[in-house]
Structure formats: C-alpha cells, structure tokens
C-alpha cells in the first residue's frame, strides 16, 4: 500500500509557496512576528519568533530554488548574528530561531558558516540545561511583571530539542 498524500495536501503546499513568494515581496529582510490591521511590523532579531519567517523562505526555496527567496533567507540568517553575539538578549527559543535558519541552510546548501551558527546555538541551549533537574531552563534572571522566572522550564524548552540533537549531529560529523 502506498502512503501517498491526498491531493489537497499537494495543492495547500503550492498555495503556501506562492504566498511565502508574494510575502517575501512585502515583508522582504525583516523579522516579524504577527500582522497587525493586515501589516506585518517588524521586530528584533533577538525576538523568539525571529527564524518562522526565514525557515519558510527556505521551504519554498526547496521547492522553487528561487535565488531571490534564498538571498532573503541568507540575509536573514546574517541578521540573527546581532542576536547571538548580544547573547544576553538570547533564552531556550534558540532552537527555533538557528534551526529553521542556519541547520536549514546547512542541510540545504553545505554552507559552513551556517553549520557554525547552528553549533553555537545549539550550545547555548544545551547550556540552560539543569543538571540537578534534569531540564533546560527557559530563561536566566529575566525579571517581567515583576516575577524572577530564572530556572523555569516550559513545555517551548522541549519543543527546541531538535536544535540540540542537530547540533549534536554536527559535532558528531565534525569529530
């Protein structure tokens, strides 16, 4: 028996390319995180959201090897170095922001530089892990509203683990 997708799943993914490639058109090298009046405004690259758009520059780019959605991605993957070497600025969100970008390029294009960032983004998550809890820590001495949430650990922790395990790869990989 094959396991072949039913055709609506083909055509939301064609139409979901061709709408990453006319959002590309208006949101362009810009972090964003959610529309506002039907505008995207864009955000710090150090936001948590900051590797959603980049990681679809790169699905469509897999699909349609636009060299003007890829140029997008490459820019936006450069941008995300202002974050990682602010460092303070970074939490557990790492996994999402390196691995739909940087691990992305890497598995797409072999792109050294690229395995870099991931490697290091990687690191920095695998140091919030508590040892003594068995837990990556969501945050540091970030104080909001009042409220020290250092050594927290959220359910978003769990959800970067594959940032870990593809770093974990590439050293692997690297000896």
């Not at 790169?58 to 941008?79: D, I, K, M, N, V």
């Amino acid at each position: 028996m094959e396991n072949t997708p039913p055709p609506w799943v083909e055509d939301a993914f064609v139409a979901t390319v061709a709408k990453v490639e006319r959002l590309s058109q208006r949101i362009g090298p810009h972090f964003v995180h959610a529309s506002v009046q039907g505008r995207y405004r864009p955000e710090p690259a150090h936001w948590w959201t900051a590797g959603f758009w980049p990681g679809l520059l790169w699905l469509a780019y897999g699909e349609t090897q636009s060299s003007h959605l890829r140029a997008l991605a490459e820019s936006l993957e450069e941008q995300l170095d202002q974050a990682l070497l602010a460092f303070t600025e970074l939490h557990h969100d790492v996994g999402f922001m390196w691995t739909l970008t940087s691990v992305a390029r890497y598995q797409t294009l072999g792109e050294a530089s690229s395995l870099r960032r991931g490697l290091m983004a990687a690191t920095l998550l695998a140091g919030r892990f508590n040892p003594a809890g068995g837990f990556i820590r969501a945050w540091g001495t970030l104080k909001e509203e009042g409220q020290d949430r250092a050594g927290w650990s959220i359910i978003d922790t769990m959800v970067n683990h594959p940032g870990l395990k593809a770093g974990a790869c590439q050293r692997r990989l690297l000896g």
